[in-house]
């Protein structure tokens, strides 16, 4: 009867090793399982047999036993897969002492075991492998990713400046370049705020372009700058700061006010506003 029991635990654990979860990866708690079940086997066996008989299949629970571990071992435990063979080396010598290690299939299950550990390694230099050509191809659709948005980006830029500068230069085609003095002074705008796009393209949106311009229209010379201090927020992030540009600009008169987004700086904005008759900045923010 512990033979039949022993059989009937031995079939549990190899199926159970082999479909446990999906993938290659079995469960901790069922590897940690089959393996205290496997030292049970090896008890029930070696306490039915009432004397050492070598030569025989007394001892086919040492294959059996070996075949489960291997198994356990491949799906990603080889700790667990090795102690339980060696409890059940430790098992086999209390049984029959050192005369039985060549002859009972220790020696068999030591090579199992050894070519599922050098399954296991190929396994996971294999899935590591995968992960990296996976991360890789990632980053390289991400770099496409962002390439093509770049030129959305740009291509958007391009056409809204076409827009706004198409009726200024409709303009000056027709007068043959002759502009009256409201026409220059709306093209010079319309030349800086062009420029403003270029430079200093994530310090813009519509209440700090409005902002510039009527300081520029009150003859304030204003210079916009964008060195990346902006680059990693977001527009939601980026709102505050740019609605303290607009409530400092307001207050400035005359002058020049230099607006620069530093990057690598304790702080991400600042500005300065200048007067040629002033030793001293008239407004100086660091944010």
Request: contains cysteine.
């Given at each position: 009867?512990?033979?039949?029991?022993a059989?009937?635990?031995?079939?549990?654990?190899?199926?159970?090793?082999?479909?446990?979860?999906?993938?290659?990866?079995?469960r901790?708690?069922?590897?940690?399982?089959?393996?205290?079940?496997?030292?049970?086997?090896?008890?029930?066996?070696?306490?039915?047999?009432?004397?050492?008989?070598?030569?025989?299949?007394?001892?086919?629970?040492?294959?059996?036993?070996?075949?489960?571990?291997?198994?356990?071992?491949?799906?990603?435990?080889?700790?667990?897969?090795?102690?339980?063979f060696?409890?059940?080396?430790?098992?086999?010598?209390?049984?029959?002492?050192?005369?039985?290690?060549?002859n009972?299939?220790?020696?068999?299950?030591?090579?199992?075991?050894?070519?599922?550990q050098?399954a296991?390694?190929?396994?996971?230099?294999?899935?590591?492998?995968?992960?990296?050509?996976?991360?890789?191809?990632?980053?390289?659709?991400?770099?496409?990713?962002?390439?093509?948005?770049?030129?959305e980006?740009?291509?958007?830029?391009?056409?809204?400046?076409?827009?706004?500068?198409?009726?200024?230069?409709?303009?000056?085609?027709?007068?043959?370049?002759?502009?009256?003095?409201?026409?220059?002074?709306?093209?010079?705008?319309?030349?800086?705020?062009?420029?403003?796009?270029?430079?200093?393209?994530?310090?813009?949106n519509?209440?700090?372009?409005l902002?510039?311009?009527?300081?520029?229209?009150?003859?304030?010379?204003?210079?916009?700058l964008?060195?990346?201090?902006?680059d990693?927020?977001?527009?939601?992030?980026r709102?505050?700061?740019?609605?303290?540009?607009?409530?400092?600009?307001?207050?400035?008169?005359?002058?020049?006010?230099?607006?620069?987004?530093?990057?690598?700086?304790?702080?991400?904005?600042?500005?300065?506003?200048?007067?040629?008759?002033?030793?001293?900045?008239?407004?100086?923010?660091?944010?």
């Open positions: 009867m512990p033979v039949v029991v059989l009937v635990i031995y079939l549990f654990c190899l199926i159970w090793s082999l479909l446990d979860n999906d993938g290659i990866k079995m901790f708690s069922a590897a940690l399982l089959i393996m205290l079940l496997t030292i049970f086997i090896s008890y029930l066996v070696f306490g039915s047999l009432a004397e050492v008989r070598q030569s025989s299949f007394t001892t086919w629970h040492v294959a059996a036993v070996s075949t489960v571990l291997s198994v356990i071992t491949i799906r990603q435990y080889p700790i667990l897969g090795w102690l339980g060696f409890f059940l080396v430790a098992q086999t010598l209390m049984w029959g002492g050192f005369d039985v290690v060549f009972s299939g220790i020696i068999g299950g030591a090579i199992l075991i050894s070519v599922s050098a296991y390694w190929v396994i996971m230099s294999t899935s590591k492998s995968a992960e990296d050509f996976r991360k890789k191809s990632l980053e390289i659709d991400m770099s496409i990713e962002v390439a093509n948005a770049s030129q980006v740009r291509a958007q830029r391009l056409n809204q400046i076409l827009k706004d500068v198409f009726p200024l230069l409709s303009i000056i085609s027709e007068n043959e370049g002759r502009l009256n003095d409201q026409q220059r002074k709306s093209a010079l705008l319309l030349e800086a705020e062009l420029r403003d796009r270029i430079r200093a393209p994530h310090l813009l519509e209440d700090v372009v902002a510039v311009r009527l300081a520029r229209m009150r003859g304030v010379e204003v210079q916009l964008d060195d990346g201090g902006l990693d927020l977001d527009l939601e992030q709102t505050p700061y740019l609605a303290e540009i607009c409530s400092r600009l307001s207050v400035v008169q005359a002058g020049k006010v230099v607006i620069r987004a530093a990057k690598g700086d304790d702080w991400r904005l600042t500005m300065a506003a200048i007067r040629k008759d002033k030793d001293r900045p008239e407004l100086f923010v660091r944010l």
